[in-house]
């Protein structure tokens, strides 16, 4: 069976860290883009960052410079390290294997509360 599943989320202060991890398994996610999302409550989900089957990344611009995606190929994982963490950065965060659009049905995400 197809599946990514999220970990890693929890309650931290304003300033903290966390590392998100987005493992699958039945397949390899080495080649796929693979993104993490986000939706926050009463908002839309939304991408915050991008890793491409050759190890490019990309942010959404309210991330870049806090937040890092990589990948273990050896675990076939992906994570989401996420530094000096804001009060706005409140969500639940999704992975998915990335096309032009999300290939999998969402997951129950993982749960990231940053306190002020």
């Known amino acids: 069976q197809l599946q990514l599943a999220e970990s890693g989320g929890g309650l931290v202060q304003s300033g903290g860290s966390l590392r998100l991890s987005c493992e699958g398994s039945g397949f390899s996610l080495d080649y796929y883009a693979i993104g993490w999302f986000r939706q926050a409550p009463g908002e839309e989900r939304e991408g915050v960052a991008f890793i491409s089957s050759d190890d490019s990344e990309s942010y959404a611009d309210s991330v870049k410079g806090r937040f890092t995606i990589s990948r273990d190929r050896d675990k076939n994982t992906v994570y989401l390290q996420m530094n000096s963490l804001k009060p706005e950065d409140t969500a639940v965060y999704y992975c998915?294997?990335?096309?032009?659009?999300?290939?999998?049905?969402w997951g129950q995400g993982t749960q990231v509360i940053v306190s002020s």
């Open positions: 998915n294997r990335w096309l032009g659009g999300p290939l999998d049905s």
